[in-house]
């Protein structure tokens, strides 16, 4: 009884051994070591597959990254076009949409001023529409060919001129016409003075002689300037279309001779005004010297241009150039025979520059009417010789 005894009491501690040791910590999972956590990275980092799954399976984030990317590069291009945009329309809203004129003054002035020295003029922008600002106007004009060269800022000098500062003009200041050409008072006497001009005080006359020693006065412009109805090698309403009214009725009468005799005859320049004139002796004269500019362009005022009576004409033969190859074209000795039966000559004859002072020019046509003109062509004479032989 007493072995019985002792021998449950054993297995009752046994039994309740047993259970501490369920209980213990020791038996309970423990969280992972660093050393194991850095195993499981490295896994990852091993297993690329593991980590492209892990893509696959969520794109969603992915596609918000990249449109957010996409997003945010639209917006800066925005930014730009927007900036750009702005400089723009400050540009439209800030010039003036009235006629300048030297002499005037005020923001409006300003404004131009401050447009003009966007593209590399230097003017005063103190409001005042001085002489400065009058040549930066002409020279501007006279790199463009639609714009008459007058100096006065109007509605086409504002639209070209907001082209240029929008960069689809290319505008180069000073080319148009030397600044020094702009001190017209002083220089022009002077050189009135050596050179012994006579200012033609017969401008409108039919007969009128313009030359290096006669000059038209520098105001004047024809009356009654037309485009006559003729062939043109350009579509634009540009001046050099006109003629006055009576020579452009003759060359009308002209052409339409000349393609009864099966030649095709182009206008390709008539009226001139001074300043025009201006501008085009002063390019030809930077680019060739002012002393053979002068063998074949006319210095402002002696222009036959300026008095509407002229136009040179050409042909598709030699692609509508101005040159003694036209003497050679179906077109060119058909002038030279038929011109005067309509009122006009080659002014610029082969074999008289002695007398004319100019080069020969067998597209040079000078309206002086049919009487004159068949003496001067069938004498072969000058219009400095006719008019002395009177």
């Not at 910590?25 to 850095?38: I, R, T």
């Not at 402002?300 to 241009?305: D, F, L, W």
């Not at 509407?308 to 060119?332: C, P």
Request: overall charge negative.
């Amino acid at each position: 009884m007493f072995y019985k005894n002792v021998l449950i009491i054993i297995i009752l501690s046994c039994l309740s051994l047993t259970a501490c040791d369920n209980n213990s910590p020791v038996n309970q999972a423990e969280p992972a070591s660093n050393s194991e956590q850095s195993e499981k990275n490295k896994t990852l980092i091993d297993n690329p597959e593991q980590t492209h799954k892990d893509k696959e399976e969520n794109p969603s984030k992915q596609k918000q990254d990249s449109s957010s990317q996409e997003q945010n590069k639209d917006t800066a291009k925005d930014n730009e076009n927007s900036g750009n945009n702005q400089t723009d329309n400050t540009n439209d809203k800030v010039l003036p949409s009235i006629t300048l004129t030297q002499g005037d003054r005020g923001n409006n002035v300003s404004s131009v001023q401050q447009t003009f020295n966007q593209l590399g003029y230097s003017l005063t922008e103190d409001g005042l529409f001085d002489q400065n600002t009058a040549w930066a106007i002409k020279d501007f004009q006279a790199q463009i060919e639609t714009l008459n060269v007058d100096g006065v800022y109007g509605p086409n000098t504002r639209d070209r001129l907001l082209q240029a500062v929008e960069g689809k003009l290319t505008i180069n200041p000073g080319n148009g016409i030397s600044q020094d050409s702009e001190s017209h008072s002083d220089k022009q006497e002077r050189d009135d003075q050596e050179k012994n001009y006579t200012i033609v005080s017969n401008p409108s006359d039919i007969l009128v002689l313009v030359n290096k020693n006669h000059r038209l006065p520098n105001d004047y412009i024809p009356n009654q300037l037309v485009i006559p109805n003729v062939r043109f090698p350009f579509d634009a309403d540009l001046p050099k279309k006109q003629m006055r009214k009576n020579a452009a009725n003759a060359l009308e009468q002209m052409f339409v001779a000349g393609d009864k005799d099966g030649v095709d005859l182009f206008a390709q320049s008539g009226y001139r005004s001074f300043d025009r004139q201006e501008a085009i002796f002063a390019a030809n004269a930077r680019k060739h010297g002012k002393k053979a500019a002068n063998q074949f362009s006319a210095q402002p005022g002696e222009s036959e241009h300026q008095t509407g009576l002229t136009m040179d004409v050409t042909s598709a033969d030699i692609n509508f150039r101005l040159t003694t190859d036209f003497a050679n074209t179906d077109e060119g000795q058909w002038v030279k025979k038929h011109a005067s039966n309509y009122g006009f000559i080659i002014r610029y004859p082969k074999g008289k520059t002695n007398i004319t002072g100019y080069q020969y020019e067998p597209w040079h046509l000078r309206y002086v009417g049919q009487k004159a003109a068949q003496t001067i062509d069938s004498k072969n004479m000058t219009l400095e010789e006719y008019l002395d032989a009177r």
